[in-house]
């Protein structure tokens, strides 16, 4: 039955005819623009196993930021900036004492908190079809801050 539906649904499709009761515009539209801005607002997830034993993760909320500017209608350039919340890790840590058969335990919060700053290139092959293929590259510098407490 699917199989039926489906052609059905096609042989519609392909004899469908032109909407001739349009009228033709002559709307002027505006030159394209050199300039693009986009922002985001994104949970930012991080392992962090080298801090803890058990708890590995830390989930915030980060914000982001990107310019571009076209050279030419196939080539473009971007920069980008973005900020995550503080994140918390509860971690402990075995310290030896003299003379002891067991560790010490100490508890600690490690605090985190990154931003990133990038740039990048980006070709475009083709005009704007159905398919857009393009090539870029760019470097992303990260600074994470860790205090602990």
């Given at each position: 039955?699917?199989?039926?539906?489906?052609?059905?649904?096609?042989?519609?499709?392909?004899?469908?005819?032109?909407?001739?009761a349009?009228?033709?515009?002559?709307?002027?539209?505006?030159?394209?623009?050199?300039?693009?801005?986009?922002?985001?607002?994104?949970?930012?997830?991080?392992?962090?196993?080298?801090?803890?034993?058990?708890?590995?993760?830390?989930?915030?909320?980060?914000?982001?930021?990107?310019?571009?500017?076209?050279?030419?209608?196939?080539?473009k350039?971007?920069?980008?900036?973005?900020?995550?919340?503080?994140?918390?890790?509860?971690?402990?840590?075995?310290?030896?004492?003299?003379?002891?058969?067991?560790?010490?335990?100490?508890?600690?919060?490690?605090?985190?908190?990154?931003?990133?700053?990038?740039?990048?290139?980006?070709?475009?092959?083709?005009?704007?079809?159905?398919?857009?293929?393009?090539?870029?590259?760019?470097?992303e510098?990260?600074?994470?801050?860790?205090?602990?407490?």
């Open positions: 039955m699917n199989t039926v539906r489906t052609l059905v649904c096609l042989a519609a499709l392909a004899s469908s005819a032109d909407a001739y349009q009228q033709p515009t002559h709307l002027k539209l505006p030159a394209a623009t050199r300039w693009d801005v986009s922002g985001q607002l994104s949970m930012l997830n991080r392992n962090k196993s080298e801090l803890s034993r058990w708890d590995h993760w830390y989930s915030v909320a980060a914000v982001d930021g990107t310019g571009g500017y076209y050279w030419t209608p196939h080539f350039s971007e920069f980008e900036i973005g900020m995550g919340g503080e994140g918390t890790i509860d971690a402990e840590e075995e310290t030896a004492l003299p003379g002891q058969s067991f560790p010490y335990l100490r508890y600690r919060d490690h605090k985190l908190r990154e931003m990133t700053v990038g740039a990048s290139a980006l070709y475009q092959f083709f005009e704007n079809q159905w398919v857009h293929p393009f090539v870029g590259g760019g470097a510098l990260v600074r994470e801050r860790h205090l602990a407490d």
